[in-house]
Nanobody, 123 residues
């Protein structure tokens, strides 16, 4: 069983930055693939970024060059650094985990989910 707790969301102006954190419980965090997804009101949950246990990464095209996913296995934490934020980045951001050597990019591949953290980007 893995429990995930996101933090770091908030209100930021367009062009600004935020860093989201996702703290995971459990002793096998280092063997888990971790992902970030987001869901805006009235929209489907969409993939943002993912990182394998070996720190291989993958990003949605619209996030490449602006967002960076990283992990600190010693702290059982995965991060999402978000730069050059746009109003369309406004959403609830969710952290997800699954035991995998791959870099899953679809929501149904993930077993564990956090409660989400709100990110609001004002224009």
């Amino acid at each position: 069983q893995v429990q995930l707790v996101e933090s770091g969301g908030g209100l930021v102006q367009a062009g600004g930055s935020l860093r989201l954190s996702c703290a995971a419980s459990g002793r096998t965090f280092s063997s888990y693939a971790m992902g970030w997804f987001r869901q805006a009101p009235g929209k489907e949950r969409e993939f943002v970024a993912a990182i394998s246990w070996r720190s291989n990464t993958d990003y949605a095209d619209s996030m490449k060059g602006r967002f960076t996913i990283s992990r600190d296995n010693a702290k059982n934490t995965v991060y999402l650094q978000m730069n050059s934020l746009k109003p369309e980045d406004t959403a609830v951001y969710y952290c997800a985990a699954r035991s995998s050597v791959l870099v899953p990019t679809t929501a149904n591949e993930y077993r564990y989910w956090g409660q989400g953290t709100q990110v609001t980007v004002s224009s």
